[in-house]
């Protein structure tokens, strides 16, 4: 439904300054006219305007910030991600999504991308929810594959942060910093947060699903998080192409990956580190799921662990976690 939804609008989008008659856009989608009405209908629901003009059909009345495949992959110059879009006005969650594909047996290629203008139960880390406003923002997940022990899957989350971070600054020239593990920070509030879910036997990873969700284009936020959130519109005042911000990442991401491959871990480790306030001198308090750790950041190890020296000048590794409270 999605996919024929995407042609429709592709087909206005192709003739913005004349009306397409229904008849016609029928015939070439191959439906029903009262089928077509009815993907008008959603189309309208989605946020997209669409006026029908009697006697003559349908036409845009603005160019809409729509992340449609079509318009994607011409801007793409990367070798693996983004060649096999998914794309969802709606969709319980992205992450859910590509995990379910996997879980039923389909052959889901390295970089497919499944994007979305609107989660209806986008998932956070910690089990936590992730607030996902229709067409505000930028919510999607990438499905790797990559040749690697499991012990190194948290260095791609790791470097997804890093080619975020350097996609939004690009883009926006605001100044964005990374929380460890996986947030990062616009004047010190959280505007993107990562969730990586892997499947792996014991000496390899099957695959790896990294979700992305990131505010945009966002005017406010639930009461409940809009002390600790914000956006990158309310951040800076100016609203940003989302796809322009996707095509950069990608980019970025695909060439770090090179890189990773390339160098091994360190090409990672040190991006990161020079991205985030985070990696040294910080004093952070972390939950790590049974205890509350406390102690001053001494860089990451090999495998993307938080080193923390501890008030009795000892320094613990830190896999995951939670930062509770920082200084």
């Not at 429709?8 to 029928?26: D, Y």
Request: overall charge neutral; proline content about 3%.
């Amino acid at each position: 439904m999605d996919r024929k939804l995407d042609e429709l609008l592709f087909a206005l989008m192709q003739n913005m300054t004349i009306a397409v008659s229904g008849e016609k856009l029928a015939q070439d989608l191959d439906v029903s006219h009262s089928t077509l009405t009815r993907w008008i209908d959603k189309l309208r629901h989605a946020g997209v305007e669409i006026r029908g003009e009697l006697f003559t059909g349908y036409r845009l009345t603005r160019l809409p910030d729509i992340l449609l495949p079509q318009l994607i992959r011409p801007r793409l110059h990367t070798q693996a991600l983004g060649k096999t879009i998914f794309h969802f006005f709606s969709v319980d969650s992205t992450n859910a999504f590509a995990s379910r594909m996997l879980s039923h047996g389909r052959r889901v290629a390295h970089g497919t991308i499944v994007v979305a203008e609107e989660q209806t139960a986008g998932r956070g880390r910690l089990g936590r929810s992730w607030y996902s406003e229709q067409g505000s923002g930028l919510y999607f997940s990438i499905v790797l594959r990559p040749r690697i022990p499991p012990g190194f899957a948290s260095l791609f989350t790791l470097g997804t942060a890093v080619a975020l971070h350097e996609a939004i600054e690009r883009n926006t020239g605001l100044q964005v910093d990374i929380k460890w593990p996986n947030d990062l920070l616009v004047d010190g509030r959280k505007c993107c947060g990562i969730l990586a879910e892997m499947q792996a036997e014991f000496d390899r990873v099957n695959s790896l699903v990294i979700g992305v969700g990131l505010n945009v284009n966002h005017g406010s936020l639930p009461v409940e998080i809009a002390d600790r959130a914000t956006s990158l519109r309310m951040a800076s005042g100016r609203e940003y192409s989302r796809t322009e911000l996707l095509v950069e990442f990608l980019e970025e991401f695909e060439n770090l990956l090179t890189l990773f491959e390339q160098n091994g871990p360190p090409v990672v480790i040190d991006s990161w580190t020079k991205h985030s306030s985070f990696a040294n001198g910080r004093r952070l308090q972390i939950h790590d799921g049974f205890r509350m750790i406390e102690g001053v950041t001494r860089g990451l190890n090999p495998f993307g662990a938080l080193r923390l020296e501890t008030a009795d000048g000892k320094t613990e590794d830190v896999y995951s976690g939670d930062v509770v409270s920082w200084t």
